[in-house]
């Protein structure tokens, strides 16, 4: 696979990484794990060098299970990982708020390091910004970690603009780490043109709209209580309706490409600019090898105005997050 180096100081990685939250939370009955350790570990086998997790994913579990399969392959791979959260794992949601103080930011990275049996965290993001806690704290705290040897880059994750700024004034950000998709474009206002100015690498989460984009979800789709998609205002019924006009313009362009509605909306991401790498999620390997299939496709100029002029046309039904989570991103 193509490589992608993540600012001008962070990590070459994949063009395309893994994200690994579904292989244990949030989109269903977790996985069985010993599958997902062969998916780990054939991820990296097809070319994927980035993988994406995070304290909160179980809670805990998520990190345990990358340590796991990735541990014969550590020297191939670059291990993501998150903190920020006060964690209640007794919790329907496994968390209870923001908490980025300084000490927090330290407890998490060693019982991160200890649940992934690493001795360096290659990317260490912030999950969400802490109102309560400024971010030239946030960024001196890691940036004593990095001197400590144990994480190697800071990242932020759902930061604004001004927040990115005043973080990477104190340590150096190699990546921020927001929503971005056809379907949710708010980072091209101003969040994008800030790390094009500052050097900083872009990784999409949700980057094929948590499945939707696929075009393997319609509207009689249900989704179990536990799924996340079960409580965003973007997966009711009539919004994914309404939203299947995006779909079938991938399918379009799909057809035309040799791709997948899948493969043309990561392909789109890509195009955008060098230093943007999606990690798009999954727990089955033909999905897998779809996913890393849209390195190969090259959208040309003409596609990709073809494409911004259709979806200018298309308004995206749905709020992206129910209220409650909206209020935790920076803005």
């Known amino acids: 696979m193509q490589t992608r180096k993540l600012g001008t100081d962070g990590p070459e990685v994949s063009a395309i990484g893994l994200g690994c939250m579904g292989m ?6 977790a996985p069985d794990r010993g599958e ?45 990982t998150k903190f920020g959260f006060a964690l209640d794992p007794a919790g329907e949601s496994g968390w209870a708020g923001v908490d ?36 030239e704290d946030v960024a001196g705290a890691v940036r004593d970690l990095i001197q400590e040897g144990k994480v190697k880059h800071f990242g932020l994750s759902e930061a604004a603009a001004g927040t990115i ?57 249900t989704f179990e209580s536990d799924d996340i998609r079960s ?18 313009l991938l399918r379009t362009i799909g057809e035309r490409k040799g791709g997948t509605p899948a493969q043309i909306a990561l392909a789109w991401l890509l195009a955008q600019k060098p230093w943007i790498v999606p990690i798009p999620g999954t727990t089955k390997r033909h999905r897998l090898e779809e996913n890393i299939g849209a390195a190969e ?3 040309t100029p003409e596609d990709l105005a073809e494409i911004d ?3 200018s046309e298309i308004e995206v039904a749905g709020a992206r997050y129910p209220e409650n989570l909206e209020r935790l991103i920076d803005r």
């Open 24 to 29: 244990s939370s949030s989109l269903g009955p």
């Open 231 to 248: 409580s965003l205002p973007r997966f009711t019924p009539e919004a994914r309706k309404a939203n299947q006009t995006l779909v079938d």
């Open 100 to 135: 980025s103080r300084p000490k927090h930011i330290r407890d998490v990275a060693d019982a991160s390091l200890h649940r992934l049996g690493i001795d360096a965290i290659d990317l260490f993001y912030q999950h969400r910004v802490d109102p309560e806690v400024p971010i």
């Open 165 to 221: 700024r005043r973080a990477h004034a104190v340590q150096p950000v190699a990546a921020v780490q927001s929503e971005y998709s056809l379907w949710t474009r708010g980072p091209e206002a101003e969040v994008l043109p800030t790390l094009e100015e500052l050097g900083i690498g872009f990784v999409p989460f949700s980057p094929l709209g948590r499945g939707f984009l696929t075009g393997t979800i319609d509207q009689d789709r």
């Open 36 to 80: 997902m350790i062969q998916l780990l570990q054939a991820a990296v086998e097809l070319g994927v060098t980035l993988f994406d997790t995070a304290e909160v994913y179980g809670p805990f579990v998520n990190e345990e299970l990358v340590g796991e399969a990735l541990a014969p392959l550590r020297d191939q791979v670059a291990i993501a």
């Open 309 to 311: 002029r259709a979806a």
């Open 297 to 299: 496709i090259e959208l």
